[in-house]
């Protein structure tokens, strides 16, 4: 069955940086976009990046030139390094993947941007 695992999360002062990785499995990871999304208290899950099977990437505005989404297929992983973070970026960071017309996700990993 498809299983999202993501990690990396945690506190981080503003300014800071921190990567987060997706591991996949279930699936022929290298045949499915993949893409990152954030969920704020109080506020709708939303798109942060995507990648394509091609390695194609589209980011958010709110986070253009900041994150950047990757893949390495070897790995069966998906990651976000988001740099330059900001309090506005604390959230639960969520990895998704659609396939068969069936929304995937993982379970979610905190990410908290204070000083």
């Known amino acids: 069955q498809v299983q999202l695992v993501e990690s990396g999360g945690g506190l981080v002062q503003p300014g800071g940086s921190l990567r987060l990785s997706c591991a996949a499995s279930?699936?022929?990871?290298?045949?499915?976009?993949m893409s990152w999304y954030r969920q704020a208290p109080g506020k709708e899950r939303e798109l942060v990046a995507a990648?394509?099977?091609?390695?194609?990437?589209t980011n958010a505005d709110s986070v253009k030139g900041r994150f950047t989404i990757s893949r390495d297929n070897a790995k069966n992983t998906v990651y976000l390094q988001m740099n330059s973070l900001k309090p506005e970026d604390t959230a639960v960071y969520y990895c998704?993947?659609?396939?068969?017309?069936?929304?995937?996700w993982g379970q979610g990993t905190q990410v908290t941007v204070s000083s």
């Open positions: 998704k993947v659609t396939r068969a017309w069936y929304d995937y």
């Open positions: 279930g699936f022929t990871f290298s045949r499915y976009a």
């Open positions: 990648i394509t099977t091609a390695g194609g990437s």
